[in-house]
């Protein structure tokens, strides 16, 4: 006996398959322990019709689940606020910072679009940890694209997480406050990445690239950045500075909503000075049109959460949420976006979906 295999079936990338994958008469396609690379490409084969033995299929299913890494993700997001805000209390500091980049960077090799995911859905209460988070995945995530060694992800990694160190309150609140910020606010805003640097070094870190980072994460090569209007920033802390604005662009403010993905990709674009223009684009690329975690409207009619990327960066799968009359749908029925039916049409804002979203199990990390 056979069984069908379909895109719900959770076939990890760069991880060997449990069982050899057939096609409808049995002929071999991929091989026990053949290491799937390209989800497109997987993805093409399940459609066609791809199965694999029931018995083994049944054995895998039954065996002991994979840590559900959204579990992961929300005990790291509640280590790091409380580290960062009692910095002051922690004599092994560096030590735990680095703990958490380690597992960070662990999770993203381990499930790219899981995190993405994961980023898209945290909660906006604790603006100033959410968003230093963010950061950090997101310039991991691209810092693998460029295929950076790991020394310059590390150093990039624990930058974006200490970044914003000396005004994490003040962040909160102006991301909460109706009006500008005020000539005190202003002042704390530009010096910053100097003060953030100081108390860094204070908590014993000696990393200068990770210091140079933060101290230059605002700068801007065309020299209208600050705190010291430089013109020649290091390429970690440019990296930083574009994932800094991509992720607040997406995020909500009390002056305004969150900026749909592909609308924060374009302005992102074209405000980035010079140079950094084909950096911006290429990060877009890596992140996709319709990045996982955000809400789209296929041709169909129904409304869909972008689940994973590909290759080709405006046809995502999705999963569908809402049925095209409306009907909240109990069980998610997975889209490959690049069929004419299931076009994606275009980004739509979270605000009125009102729907559960389970993400361990719409990335099948449990049944």
Known sequence: MQVKLALADRIGLNQPLPWDMLD?????????????TDRSELAALIERGAYVDQDAYEHYRQAPQ??????QWDDIYYRLGHLLRHHESEPRFVDRLTQLA???????????DAAIFAMARLEQSNYAITHTLQVAVCCDIYGQFLLWKMSDRAAA?????????????????????LEPPTLEQREQIHNHPIHGCELLRKLGVADERWLQAIAEHHECSDGKGYPAGLTNVSSI??????????????????????????????ELYTKAPGKLQAVAASMIKAFGGFPPGYFVKLANGEIAVVVNRTERATKPFVATLISADGLKLADPIQRNTADPRFAVTDAVAETGIDVHIDPAKLFGYKD
Do not use: W
């Open 66 to 71: 994979t840590v559900d890494p959204f579990q």
């Open 157 to 177: 990694i624990h930058a974006c997480l200490t970044m914003n160190i000396a005004m994490l309150d003040l962040q909160t609140a102006l991301n909460n406050q």
């Open 237 to 266: 802390a440019e990296l930083i500075h574009l994932a800094d604005c991509y992720c607040a662009l997406m995020s909500s403010r009390r002056t305004r909503g969150a900026k749909l993905p592909d609308h924060a990709a374009r």
């Open 24 to 36: 409808g008469q049995g002929a071999l396609l991929l091989r026990k322990g053949t290491v799937p």
């Open 102 to 112: 380690t597992e960070i960077r662990a999770l993203i090799t381990r499930d790219a």
